[in-house]
């Protein structure tokens, strides 16, 4: 049987996260920590800008909450 890294994934969240199993998402949406789920946040509203979906005004402040978010980890 093929292992996961030669399997096509089922679904790709963001254009980042791979999973292979509905199974394997139910487990990572169940057990989402804050960290994770702060990453997420930030993956979806990278992931909708560069697709186009937000406006610019929208854009702008995704941006700034993202840059702020990062800098206050460091």
């Not at 030669?6 to 963001?14: A, H, S, Y």
């Not at 990453?39 to 402040?61: D, H, N, P, T, V």
């Amino acid at each position: 049987m093929e292992n996961e890294e030669e399997q096509k994934p089922l679904g790709i969240l963001f254009n980042t996260l791979n999973y292979y199993t509905v199974d394997d998402l139910n487990k990572f949406i169940d057990n989402l920590t804050v960290e994770q789920s702060m990453f997420c946040l930030m993956w979806c509203c990278e992931y909708a800008q560069g697709k186009g979906i937000l406006s610019l005004e929208e854009a702008e402040i995704i941006s700034k909450s993202i840059r702020k978010i990062r800098n206050s980890e460091e």
